[in-house]
């Protein structure tokens, strides 16, 4: 990557109330703990602690329980695909990643780790079902997430970021941040559409993850209509309001509004630009 790039500055294509959402969510937690906690404050600094180390040592664990079934991506071991995770890395610049391939018939995709580099993890389904601009799409999603900085709290809060919580206590604290989390998956979702560059394909692999077998463009188009409906029900949003990740039909909403934007063609120019400089 050259030097003289202009960086890309990553609020750009965050999701407007991302932060406001985690700073209000910190702020009522901490509310409620001051005020459950009384006179046994100098508990509260020792109980943070013990997340922070029970998450950390999950974490660890689960790299390397990861690291033993997987396939690590580098131009050896997958030349192909070692080389479309630079081009996303060109334009989102997510600092040190690393990218693992895991075995699964599962679609998904997620990223963890409190450290660098961080680490990506594909399964291995994503390949037998999405074109090169899909995993585009999916690989800048989960890089959106290392570049504006989700995956340490991620991985503190677990679940989400395919970590297991560390313990029971910590589910809680995993529920109070939902809201955040499906802001992120907005503004990660922004990510992978600039690394992809067609809303097209960003929408075509966000509706393969709901249902794989889709291959015509007649089937696409059904999916497509009976996910929008999804997500004006109630049991829709009642499903959303507890889950990590939005209605794939709200993220396609979301993600139509955004491309249609001057601010996402401005940015999509200057990262396109970015990308083709050696
Ligand atoms: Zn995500």
């Given at each position: 990557?050259?030097?003289?790039?202009?960086?890309?500055?990553?609020?750009?294509?965050?999701?407007?109330?991302?932060?406001?959402?985690?700073?209000?969510?910190?702020?009522?937690?901490?509310?409620?703990?001051?005020?459950?906690?009384?006179?046994?404050?100098?508990?509260?600094?020792?109980?943070?602690?013990?997340?922070?180390?029970?998450?950390?040592?999950?974490?660890?664990?689960?790299?390397?329980?990861?690291?033993?079934?997987?396939?690590?991506?580098?131009?050896?071991?997958?030349?192909?695909?070692?080389?479309?995770?630079?081009?996303?890395?060109?334009?989102?610049?997510?600092?040190?990643?690393?990218?693992?391939?895991?075995?699964?018939?599962?679609?998904?995709?997620?990223?963890?780790?409190?450290?660098?580099?961080?680490?990506?993890?594909?399964?291995s389904s994503l390949f037998q079902v999405m074109?090169?601009?899909?995993?585009?799409?999916?690989?800048?999603?989960?890089?959106?997430?290392?570049?504006?900085?989700?995956?340490?709290?991620?991985?503190?809060?677990?679940?989400?970021?395919?970590?297991?919580?560390?313990?029971?206590?910590?589910?809680?604290?995993?529920?109070?941040?939902?809201?955040?989390?499906?802001?992120?998956?907005?503004?990660?979702?922004?990510?992978?559409?600039?690394?992809?560059?067609?809303?097209?394909?960003?929408?075509?692999?966000?509706?393969?993850?709901?249902?794989a077998?889709?291959?015509?463009?007649?089937?696409?188009?059904?999916?497509?209509?009976?996910?929008?409906?999804?997500?004006?029900?109630?049991?829709?949003?009642?499903?959303?309001?507890?889950?990590?990740?939005?209605?794939?039909?709200?993220?396609?909403?979301?993600?139509?509004?955004?491309?249609?934007?001057?601010?996402?063609?401005?940015?999509?120019?200057?990262?396109?630009?970015?990308?083709?400089?050696?």
């Amino acid at each position: 990557m050259s030097n003289q790039e202009p960086a890309i500055n990553m609020n750009n294509y965050r999701y407007p109330s991302e932060q406001v959402i985690l700073f209000g969510t910190v702020f009522l937690i901490l509310v409620v703990l001051l005020l459950a906690a009384g006179t046994t404050l100098c508990v509260l600094p020792l109980f943070f602690l013990v997340i922070l180390i029970l998450s950390y040592a999950t974490s660890q664990s689960h790299h390397r329980a990861l690291i033993a079934q997987a396939k690590h991506v580098t131009s050896e071991s997958l030349p192909s695909l070692a080389k479309l995770a630079q081009e996303c890395a060109r334009k989102l610049q997510p600092g040190p990643t690393q990218l693992f391939v895991v075995p699964s018939r599962i679609l998904n995709a997620y990223t963890f780790g409190l450290e660098s580099p961080k680490v990506i993890v594909l399964y291995s389904s994503l390949f037998q079902v999405m074109d090169a601009d899909e995993l585009r799409f999916i690989i800048g999603h989960e890089m959106g997430h290392a570049a504006l900085g989700h995956t340490w709290l991620n991985t503190l809060l677990g679940g989400m970021a395919g970590v297991p919580p560390s313990f029971g206590a910590a589910i809680l604290f995993a529920l109070a941040f939902r809201l955040w989390n499906r802001a992120c998956e907005y503004s990660a979702d922004r990510a992978g559409l600039l690394a992809c560059g067609r809303l097209d394909k960003a929408i075509s692999a966000l509706v393969k993850l709901v249902d794989a077998r889709i291959d015509t463009p007649e089937e696409m188009k059904e999916a497509l209509e009976i996910l929008e409906q999804q997500d004006d029900t109630l049991e829709g949003m009642l499903i959303e309001s507890t889950a990590t990740h939005p209605l794939i039909g709200n993220r396609i909403e979301k993600l139509r509004e955004w491309a249609a934007s001057s601010e996402y063609q401005r940015l999509q120019a200057l990262i396109n630009r970015n990308a083709t400089k050696i």
